[in-house]
RNA sequence: GCAUGGAUAGCUCAGUGGUAGAGCGGCUCGUUUACACCGAGUUGGUCGGGGGUUCGAAUCCCUCUCCGUGCACCA
């Protein structure tokens, strides 16, 4: 045991038992120790963006698991804690783009091509992708860092493919023209999470149409957008609304282009609220999901089966026509005066036009919602674009599973947000147009349909091709085969057959197939592109391969050690902003592909705000380095600070002031600890540590501190157990701090300044208990400092290797004394009370030095209610800095002198000629009006019938003995007044 | 509009029917040999408003206001 330095140096402890533990391979988890008496548990890590750096939020979400982690070991469990990135296909070209168009090497992505500017996003990716994952190592996380994660790994790419094609397989998997949200600055579909809905000041602009047929009616219909009026398709009305329901079937003419104004159908559609606007509704099928939706119906209503064939025509002849360039600006369809426009431009000059061909009856200001794109932020656009469509799978056990409490979500409330999420699943847009991530593993060839058998593929393929083509068109039978392509072990392709029926070909006999071809193997892949297939260029979802995460990370498909052991795992920790993303999603791959949950319980955080509430932001500056405030105040305050800021379900205001704190305990601990080493022993035992306590020397303020002890295991415990980490991290403050420090180290100075050896020894065995369990109770929280002083101080030199010699980490985490052992040490639990009415007494004796204004040593008189053994007087008067405290069952007052009334008994504090007699007398005027309000207050309650006839038994005698107390106070404080004259 | 969380001391929060609490901050005092990143004392609240149930309400019910979040709608 050597000597702990005067102060802490947090930056130096804490990378030297970083580098021990990797060192010792204390984090790296190994499935073939798991057994019936060691169970695994396990985490997967929410994986960061791979060009990410480290924020407050990933410094709570990851001390937390780091927390779970921790305790797990110290519990006698074989942890897996499995870390990872994420390659955030849009954010991460996004900001590669930007990077290179920085320095000039490009203008705009194409300038590379989709092969130059992949290998640019590995190069980035190489540079900086571990820069996160470092970070969390200073933060002090026992990630498994042998089993580091990439979601573009060869392996891990290879499962997402897998996922595809069999999902396509299985017909969930769906390539079909939609409306989705685009973006025309990422030039791609994003999902509907990643559009954020902002209130926006914007114009409602009036134009007039006349009515082909009734030459004196025209309608008045309003719009946000009069750019996309060239792409309207038909006019819509209720077919209830009276003030047009005589209209329908007639026709008006659409203003724009002005050298193209078409004649449009105006059409019912129940859907139309007589009540917003005017009741009329312009149809812009290519531009709003709602319009095509209107477009969809049309051909269903009864009133279309009522028309003449022209009008039959003009309904059936509505398409969607997209006025608009992927980037946002107009194409020629929007006519000559907006070609070519900004939509934003068009916008304005549209309504000139409206207004320069007299249509345009008012402009009006108009508050309204518009979508923009999270990571862009610009207003989407609604487009109607090819794109890959998922039907989520195993839906109904992912949605049972946490409504019946299998699954549990702390706090509760989340498993509704999920249950109504699951209620309404749309299918899920799995493509984006964009070149980092993985690529669709789908390869297609459009071939003549007499040609099947020569589409270069092995003859037995192409046969078994033209079989299935010829069935499916002669009798509709199947039209896919699932086919080795390479004979190689493992491998297949799955064609679909999907009929191209262009109008000048003379179908049936003549029409083109488009071959869909899905594989994972690269081999296939080969094969198909040598005989002209091309792969679809859209990649997937970063959600596509994040929600295979739990298990992808384990080696699926090959059933390995490591899912065998640690799937499901045990807990998740992330973001309630996530819950659909990716909660949910992984609930469902994992029931599809494990066959069971993914997870057994998921924690979702709050999210970091500054100290004013406002969300952490770039732009605001408010979020602040986690890395900077490491170096300032270290890793365990930080951690610390952050925990004890946590509440289970609320957001978390961060303020450095918590941090700081976290600091301030950390010295408060390590000073604690040098204060015991500096104490001398008689009989030390290994290491230093005194070894056993002997029950017949136990004081009552080592009793005391002994139940406290046991009271913080078990708070502690529950609170981790349910997840509550700041109430865990008060209760470890509250113990340390004002129980252990405060009370109990200033109580234990009286026996280790006095002379008693065997006292003192046992006094310090009792302290080496309290701080060996105290240690590995705030191992999980002060992972470096714990570790430091359970070396420093000697607590592992009597532990097995395995459970705490080598490391706090592995020591067993503290139990409470269980009732046998309490019996051994002669402890009771009213020796609790023994203490407390000693520490009250302090109380009240400092408050009168206070109220006279003494801060030096000065003597006491304590006339007691019973007798005290010498030793308690002892420890009063150190507690009481009492020099000397005089015990007087005898002692008669000098009118004037200060007292108090303590559990012990009356307290004086005699200033013999110094005592300012009106000063008394106001102080204890003022204690009498206190205690005679509450006394009045209980007398009333008793004197009320209604009170006591109703109230049950235990409470009216708890009133009763109030009354009591208040009474005897009452009149000792007379009588104290009194002697005052 | 629907759902959901919140409002308690200057700040951050505990407190689910029985005497309103903690930490921080503020103020006063203090170099007593672990610690001034400390110690002692002390000051702070008609528990968001209104109504109801009850002997008794911060706590249960109704209602309103404000703040937050999610979903839907948004011509």
Redesign the pocket.
């Known amino acids: 045991m050597s000597e702990l330095s ?2 802490y140096t947090p930056a130096e402890v804490e990378e030297r038992w970083y580098a021990q533990w990797i060192a010792d391979g204390a984090f790296t988890a190994d499935p073939s120790r798991v057994s019936a008496t060691r169970p695994a548990y396990s985490i997967v890590i929410p994986p960061p963006n791979v060009t990410g750096i480290l924020t407050l939020g990933h410094v709570l979400n990851n001390t937390i698991q780091d927390i779970l982690a921790r305790r797990a070991r110290m519990l006698g469990k074989e942890v897996l804690w499995l870390p990872g990135t994420d390659h955030a296909g849009i954010a991460t070209q996004n900001a590669v783009e930007k990077a290179l168009r920085k320095e000039g090497a490009i203008k705009h992505r194409d300038d590379l091509g989709r092969e130059k500017l992949v290998e640019k996003i590995w190069e980035w990716k190489d540079k900086y992708g571990g820069i996160i994952l470092q970070q969390l190592k200073k933060l002090g996380a026992s990630c498994d860092w042998s089993r580091t994660r990439f979601t573009m790994d060869p392996d891990y790419s290879r499962c997402v493919q897998r996922v595809f094609v069999d999902l396509y397989k299985k017909g969930l998997i769906y390539r079909g023209k939609r409306m989705v949200n685009w973006c025309p600055v990422a030039l791609s579909a994003i999902s ?2 990643e559009v954020i ?1 902002k209130a926006q000041n914007s114009s ?1 602009y009036y134009f007039k149409v006349q009515v082909i047929e009734e030459p004196d009616t025209w309608l008045t ?5 009069p750019e996309v009026i060239p792409g309207d398709q038909a006019i ?1 009305v209720n077919p209830k609304d009276p003030r047009y329901a005589h209209l329908i079937g007639k026709h008006v003419r659409r203003p724009l282009p002005v050298e193209n104004q078409e004649k449009l159908l105006i059409i019912p559609d129940e ?12 149809v812009t099928p290519a531009h ?3 319009d095509l939706e209107i477009l969809y119906r049309r051909l269903g209503t009864e009133w279309a089966r009522t028309l003449d064939s022209f009008t039959l025509r003009d309904l059936q002849s509505m398409k969607p026509v997209d006025v608009m360039n992927p980037n946002g600006t107009m194409n020629e369809l929007a006519g000559k005066d907006l070609v070519g426009l900004d939509r934003f431009a068009a916008r304005k000059r549209a309504a000139e036009l409206l207004a320069e061909i007299g249509s345009l009856v008012k402009e009006e200001p ?1 508050q ?4 923009y794109s999270e990571r862009a932020d610009v207003p989407i656009e609604s487009r109607l674009s090819e794109q890959w469509f998922l039907k989520y799978p195993s839906t109904q056990p992912s949605q049972d599973v946490v409504a019946k409490g299998d699954m549990r979500f702390f ?1 509760e ?1 989340w498993s ?2 999920y249950d ?2 699951m209620g ?1 699943l ?1 299918d899920w847009c799995v493509s984006r147009q964009l070149w980092w991530g993985h690529r669709v593993p789908i390869w297609v060839k459009t071939i003549h349909c007499n040609e099947v058998a020569n589409l270069g593929l092995p003859n037995e393929v192409a046969t078994k091709l033209s079989v299935v083509a010829n069935h499916a068109t002669n009798d509709g039978g199947e039209n896919e085969l699932s086919v080795s392509l390479s004979t190689k072990e493992g491998c297949s392709t799955f064609f679909r057959l999907m009929m191209a029926v262009d109008a000048n070909e003379g179908y049936p006999s003549n029409f083109h197939w488009e071959i869909y071809a899905a594989t994972d193997s690269p081999e296939e892949s080969a094969i198909l592109e040598a005989a002209g297939f091309t792969q679809d260029p859209d990649v997937l979802d970063t959600w596509f391969s994040s929600w295979l995460w739990p298990f992808a990370t384990m080696g699926w498909p090959e059933q390995t050690g490591d899912l065998k052991a640690f799937y499901p795992t045990t807990d998740l920790v992330t973001g ?2 996530i819950i ?1 993303f990716w909660v949910a999603r992984m609930i469902m791959a994992g029931y599809e592909y494990m066959g069971e949950m993914p997870f057994k319980n998921v924690y979702f955080t709050g ?1 970091i705000r500054d ?3 406002r ?1 952490m932001s770039k732009s605001l500056g408010n979020s602040p380095d986690p890395l900077e405030i490491i170096a300032k105040y270290s890793a365990d305050a930080l951690r610390f600070g952050i925990m004890r ?1 946590a ?7 961060f ?1 450095e ?1 918590n941090v ?2 976290g ?6 601990l390590w ?2 600890a ?2 015991r080493q ?1 104490q001398s022993s008689t009989e030390q035992g290994a290491g230093g540590m005194e070894q056993e306590i002997n029950p017949a020397l136990l004081s009552s303020d080592d009793k005391w501190i002994l139940l406290r002890l046991n009271n913080a295991i078990t708070e502690v415990s529950t609170a981790l157990d349910e997840y509550r980490f ?2 865990a991290t ?1 209760t470890l ?2 113990f340390f ?2 129980e252990y ?3 109990y ?2 109580a234990s ?1 009286a026996v280790l ?1 006095g002379t008693d050896d065997k006292r003192k020894a046992n006094t310090l065995a009792v302290i080496d208990f309290v701080l060996g369990h105290t240690l590995r109770l705030f191992h999980p929280f002060l992972p470096f400092i714990t570790e430091e002083l359970w070396h420093g101080m000697g607590f592992n030199a009597d532990m097995p290797e395995n459970q705490g010699g080598k490391s706090i980490m592995f020591a067993p985490w503290p139990k409470p004394l269980d009732k046998d052992e309490l019996a051994h040490f002669g402890i009771l639990p009213e020796d609790e009370q023994a203490a407390n009415d000693k520490y009250k007494t ?2 009240l004796g ?2 009168l ?3 006279f ?3 030096k ?1 000065v003597r006491f008189v304590l006339k007691p209610a019973s007798e005290l053994p010498a030793h308690e007087i002892e420890v009063l008067r150190i507690l009481l ?1 009492a020099e000397p405290l005089d015990v007087d069952a005898a002692f008669t007052p000098k009118k004037g002198t200060p007292a108090s009334l303590t559990p012990l008994g009356e307290l004086f504090l005699p200033l013999d000629g110094i005592i300012d007699v009106d000063a008394e007398r106001a102080r204890v005027t003022k204690e009498i009006a206190k205690v005679e309000a ?1 006394l009045a ?2 007398k009333a ?1 008793l004197a ?1 019938e ?2 006591t ?4 038994q235990k ?1 009216l005698d ?1 009133h009763k003995q ?1 009354e009591a ?2 009474s005897a106070q009452f009149e000792k404080l007379k009588v104290m007044l009194e002697a005052l004259g």
């Open positions: 005067k102060t509907d999470e809905p409602m219909i309003g719009t946000t957008r819509a859907h139309v609220d007589v009540t917003f606007g005017t009741g009329v509704l312009k709003d999901k709602a108009y309204n919602n518009v979508g706090p409330r509704k947000v109504h999420w309404g749309q309630p902003d659909f999210i100290k004013q509430g969300k800021s509440p289970l379900g609320q957001d978390i205001l303020d002031k700081e704190l600091r301030n305990f950390c010295t408060k000073n604690a040098r204060f500096m700041s109430d008060q403050y509250r701090w004002t420090c405060d009370w180290v200033e100075k300044q302090v109380e400092r408050g030095k206070s109220t204004n003494i801060s040593k800095n509450e207050k209980v309650k009320d209604n009170f006839s109703k109230v049950p409470v708890e109030r107390d208040w």
